[in-house]
């Protein structure tokens, strides 16, 4: 009996702490204990350039206004699409999609957050007035967005409805199956009206911002921090376990490591280059290096006279070596890239070269021949632009190095300001340029708009009709493994041409204090929301 | 010499205009704009842009339109910080840079006066060589290095100050950053101040003073002192400039929210109306300062008058 008794209060306690943790955190695993003080310090790269969520751009912006908003969907910690101010959500025909809202969501002021707040906000989005820099990018699948934000249609005729106070229809201009991640995104949030209307451009300023996510704004001091605390008005309120979050804006990475050594930070951005292997010997428990879906590759200009022969593009792609590149010049845990579309990106398949596998003493003598067939003798010039970065020098080099041991050509190297480089680039006055890309949404489109005809994105000037034909195919196909399929031939068929030179795909190779659970290395998006993050006691 | 002084706060107009105008066809001259990004803008969206913050008017409209604007005490919206303006992030910037600046000046003014008179007056000594030593170590090794020691030493070894940051002006978080700019002021002040006072005291009127017999501290406090501080005075000048008007290196170091970390950020976004900004309030201060240092001038040499 007394074996029994102890054996149910034992049995108790269990469920009990199990209740109590899923009522504090649906993801604190069972038997970790939480610290007294929930308070977290993360580096976020840079000041970010408004807290507006339609006027947000930049990663630091974009996992600020996550903290402060909520879109349809959001994505977890293990970049999952989960609900966020919509609880459900169905297809209703290939171009149509109803959002059922939650009825406990509201603004951090206590209001209810209804269908009209998410069609205001993202009317205002695609406002031309607004001139939101991502209006394009996503304006792109809703119904007449993007002729919305040109100005061309009225803003009522973008494919945005509320259907009931709780109901939101979205109508794409194709099939887009992948449109609940796409809402995950803050620009195609809900926006305060009562509150923007009260206070005007200084709607985002402490003590006005009005928002309807698990954090609220208590501070923001321009390039020096910004300090958010859990929104008692959230829905998920329960589950939010960390009480305060300081958002530093440090893009000194070494500033960075050492505010972490001292105490003052518990997760540096990014560590600086060069320093990954140091730091992971010397603070093992405390690097985090997880895949993300980011592609560096260097841009071939296809108007350019010499980069204009697809033979020219494929021999100095096929002599570079990834396996080096990746292991001994950036040392920091990247991966080999030979696609456009990134490993790990849903949509479709991280496409390969056949020489990929080949010995290198192959792929030379292979790229010579397409030199000698294209006219192009050793000794010959050729220039690649680069911004001015420690980091982009070193690979520069190590590219030049390859071509000039492998090819005999010989590289000019130019480096210049960022901005010069993307004016550069997207006039097409260049030969070679450094490119990269991070992924807006985890779809192998938002990869396939750095090599489709026309595309904004599209620095090289190459064109393949034929696989934007599949494309299109792809997109308007209801089945998703027939859309996989017809992308990744896309993709093949483009990379055959040689637009870029695909090099290396992104990890975010940084330091996070050992007690910050939640950080799974899981996202490859690297959006982690202070939501599902806590403190462990340490 | 009040008169003096209005004449030279009145050339600051013509000054401004002048420094104005230069630095905006620069800026407008430099490749890339406010907008250009990693990810490109289609050109429709571009044009709201640019409508929205009028860059779509011809070059001379803008110019004039700031102009008023900057009559009427608006320095314009930031493209970079978009929710501020420049007179709000110059507000929130300035007296950090200049409570930093200004401490630093004023520490380094003294400690490199006295240590400056000290190693002159014992020259060759042990006192001599150490303040020789910080001159030639304070030229020597650049900001970007000393300050980065003084964060390992201070900071992650001994625990005592933090690494950088900046806290509602709690006095610790400034300790480092003005260790730095006084170090590095206090050598050249010192150096200068040593070499000017040795000639000054090799001077005629000083072995006259001598000969007089009067005692050495009134040669120096008396006599020597005020021609050596002139050639001081000459290089406390621009260092108060770069001191208080955004000490850029160290404000990156110890990531500090002042007026240096804006000039870079603005420059490098081409935030026009930023950048603009600043170079209005570091042309006013410079004006200031040269009028300071010129009235010093006067106070220290009977022969200056204006």
Redesign the interface.
């Known amino acids: 009996m007394k074996k029994n008794m102890s054996f149910s209060v034992l049995a108790a306690s269990v469920v009990l702490a199990m209740g109590a943790n899923a009522a504090f955190a649906a993801k604190v695993p069972a038997g970790v204990q939480l610290a007294a003080k929930q308070e977290l310090t993360r580096n976020n790269g840079s000041?970010p350039?408004?807290?507006?969520p339609a006027?947000a751009?930049s990663v630091g912006a974009n996992n600020i206004a996550r903290d402060l908003f909520e879109a349809l969907t959001a994505a977890d910690n293990d970049g999952r699409i989960v609900p966020g101010l919509a609880e459900s959500w169905k297809q209703t025909d290939p171009t149509t999609w109803v959002f059922t809202l939650r009825k406990n969501a509201k603004w951090s002021d206590g209001v209810q957050v209804t269908a009209d707040d998410v069609v205001y906000g993202i009317r205002r989005f695609l406002d031309?007035?607004t001139?939101?820099?991502?209006?394009?990018?996503y304006g792109a699948f809703l119904l007449n967005g993007?002729e919305a934000?040109?100005?061309?249609k009225a803003l009522t005729d973008i494919g945005i409805k509320a259907v009931d106070k709780l109901t939101v229809e979205v109508k794409t201009p194709y099939p887009v199956a992948f449109l609940p991640e796409v809402m995950s995104n803050n620009q195609l949030g809900p926006a305060p009206r009562h509150a923007i209307e009260k206070h005007g451009?200084d709607w985002?300023?402490p003590g006005k911002l009005v928002g309807n996510g698990a954090f609220v704004l208590k501070d923001w001091?321009?390039?020096?921090?910004i300090v958010i605390e859990k929104n008692p008005q959230y829905w998920d309120a329960k589950a939010v376990v960390l009480s305060k979050v300081t958002y530093?804006p440090?893009e000194?990475g070494?500033?960075d490591v050492?505010?972490y050594?001292?105490?003052?930070n518990d997760w540096v951005y990014q560590l600086p280059p060069g320093t990954y292997e140091k730091y992971k010997a010397e603070l093992p428990k405390d690097v985090r290096n997880s895949p993300m879906l980011g592609l560096r590759y260097y841009s071939l200009n296809a108007k350019d006279p010499v980069m204009k022969d697809k033979r020219v593009r494929q021999a100095l792609s096929m002599v570079i070596d990834r396996d080096i590149l990746a292991a001994k010049i950036t040392a920091d845990g990247q991966s080999p890239a030979y696609s456009v579309v990134v490993k790990g990106t849903a949509g479709a398949d991280a496409t390969t070269y056949d020489w990929a596998k080949w010995p290198m003493e192959q792929r030379v003598a292979e790229a010579k021949k397409l030199l000698a067939a294209a006219g192009l003798q050793a000794g010959s010039k050729i220039k690649f632009t680069y911004n001015t970065s420690e980091y982009h020098k070193k690979m520069a080099i190590f590219a030049a190095s390859e071509w000039k041991t492998k090819l005999g050509l010989n590289t000019e190297l130019e480096n210049m300001?960022?901005?010069?480089l993307?004016?550069?680039r997207?006039d097409g006055e260049y030969q070679i340029a450094r490119n990269?890309?991070v992924a807006d949404y985890n779809d192998a489109t938002t990869f396939l708009t750095l090599v489709q005809c026309g595309s904004?994105?599209n620095?090289n000037g190459n064109c393949n009709p034929k696989a934007e034909e599949l494309i299109k195919q792809g997109n308007q196909a209801k089945d998703a493994a027939k859309r996989k399929q017809l992308l990744t031939q896309a993709t093949k068929m483009i990379m055959d041409d040689y637009p870029i030179i695909p090099l290396l795909s992104y990890t975010t190779p940084r330091l996070v204090k050992p007690y910050v659970g939640g950080y799974t290395g899981k996202n490859s998006l690297d959006r982690y929301r202070n939501k599902d993050l806590y403190i462990i006691k340490h | 010499m009040w008169s003096y002084a209005f004449r030279r706060v009145l050339m600051t107009i013509p000054t401004l205009l002048l420094v104005i105008t230069v630095c905006y066809l620069m800026l407008h001259a430099?490749?890339?704009?406010p907008?250009?990004?990693?990810?490109?803008?289609?050109a429709?969206?571009m044009a709201?842009?640019q409508?929205?913050y009028h860059l779509d008017l011809p070059l001379w409209q803008q110019y004039l339109y700031y102009l008023k604007s900057l009559l009427q005490g608006d320095l314009g919206a930031s493209f970079?910080?978009?929710?501020?303006s420049v007179n709000?992030?110059v507000a929130?910037?300035l007296p950090i840079s200049a409570l930093i600046g200004g401490t630093a000046l004023l520490l380094s003014v003294v400690i490199g006066i006295v240590l400056g008179t000290i190693a002159a007056l014992r020259q060759n000594s042990l006192i001599d060589y150490f303040v020789m030593l910080i001159g030639n170590l304070g030229s020597a090794f650049p900001s970007f290095v000393i300050g980065?020691v003084l964060?390992?030493v201070f900071?992650?070894w001994l625990?005592w100050l933090?690494?950088?940051?900046?806290n509602?002006y709690q006095v610790h978080y400034m300790v480092l950053p003005i260790a730095l700019l006084t170090f590095i002021n206090v050598s050249t002040i010192g150096r200068v101040m040593r070499g000017s006072l040795i000639e000054v005291m090799n001077s005629n009127f000083i072995r006259t003073a001598k000969a007089k017999g009067l005692p050495m501290r009134t040669i120096v406090m008396r006599h020597a002192l005020k021609p050596a501080l002139m050639p001081v005075i000459s290089v406390v000048g621009p260092i108060a400039i770069s001191t208080i008007t955004g000490a850029v290196v160290t404000e990156?170091?110890?990531?500090?929210?002042?007026l240096g970390?804006?000039i870079i950020?603005g420059a490098?976004?081409?935030d026009y109306t930023l950048v603009l900004g600043l170079v209005v309030l570091v042309t006013v201060v410079a004006v200031l300062i040269n009028l300071l240092v010129d009235l010093c001038y006067a106070l220290l040499d009977p022969k200056i008058r204006y």
């Open positions: 000041e350039e408004s807290l507006d006027l751009e031309p007035k001139a939101s820099p991502y209006a394009s990018t993007v934000a040109e100005g061309k451009k985002t300023k001091a321009v390039n020096s921090k530093l440090i000194d070494f500033a050492k505010l050594q001292s105490g003052e300001e960022f901005k010069v993307l004016k550069k997207h990269g890309w904004d994105q620095d | 430099t490749p890339g704009g907008f250009d990004s990693e990810r490109k803008i289609s429709a969206v709201n842009l409508a929205k970079r910080y978009a929710d501020w709000d992030l929130n910037a980065p964060i390992l900071a992650i625990a933090p690494a950088g940051g900046w509602d990156s170091v110890f990531s500090l929210p002042g970390k804006l950020n490098s976004n081409r």
